[in-house]
């Protein structure tokens, strides 16, 4: 039972270089997330998509572009890293953006270093 | 004023202790509040999750939420070694709303 599945694990970059980060789950939920968790800044919502083919931004999307490609998968792509993108990236699925409980299902993370 | 803070941390306390780790929030149309835990290297897992202002329990761990004072507590009795790991509290306001994060304390508790 895999749950939600990150690529890479790590991954070590040179500013203005780009990459993807890569995001499966195989819960057959509708919503997904990605957020990046700084030390002192608690985790920050990026981009989400609430279903199959919608985007939105969250609190922090500036340097980022995503794609939903189908239910079980949703990417996050840097463009041109820049150090400030230094950080551990975590994708979350829910089974609805209306999920009241509020509970989500977290990857183990990426952990991303832009030198 | 953040719409959430959490007591920065870190906490040490000896194993049977009792541990109380707190939050507070601004926004009065938080309805939804949550108790995440994350060990090292690992991404958060819900611990406890709780509606409105009461108390819920769950084996040795009880969420509270006083939402006239708008704070909220997950209290863990006779911790243990296991229980070494960052807590988040998270809330929203129900539907269509996104979860807020606190930023999160790393308890340690010692054998």
């Known amino acids: 039972n895999a749950g939600v599945t990150q690529t890479p694990k790590f991954q070590v970059l040179k500013t203005g270089q780009s990459m993807t980060l890569q995001c499966a789950q195989d819960m057959n939920h509708n919503s997904m997330y990605w957020y990046r968790q700084d030390p002192g800044m608690g985790l920050r919502l990026i981009y989400y998509s609430a279903s199959e083919g919608t985007t939105d931004k969250g609190e922090v999307p500036n340097g980022y572009n995503v794609s939903r490609l189908n239910k079980r998968e949703f990417s996050l792509r840097l463009e041109s890293a820049a150090p400030s993108q230094t950080s551990v990236y975590f994708c979350?699925?829910?089974?609805?953006?209306?999920?009241?409980?509020?509970?989500?299902?977290f990857g183990e993370g990426s952990r991303l270093t832009v030198l | 004023q953040k719409e959430v803070e959490q007591d920065p941390g870190p906490l040490s306390v000896p194993e049977g202790a009792i541990v109380s780790l707190n939050c507070t929030y601004s926004n009065s149309a938080f309805q939804y509040f949550m108790w995440y835990r994350q060990y090292s290297r690992k991404g958060p897992e819900l611990l406890m999750y709780?509606?409105?202002?009461g108390n819920k329990e769950d084996g040795r761990f009880t969420a509270q939420v006083d939402k006239s004072s708008k704070y909220i507590s997950l209290f863990i009795r006779d911790s243990q070694p296991s229980d070494s790991a960052t807590y988040l509290c998270a809330m929203n306001a129900g539907a269509n709303s996104k979860l807020t994060f606190g930023k999160g304390i790393t308890l340690s508790v010692r054998p």
């Open positions: 709780t509606y409105s202002s």
């Open positions: 979350a699925s829910s089974l609805t953006s209306n999920a009241n409980t509020g509970e989500l299902f």
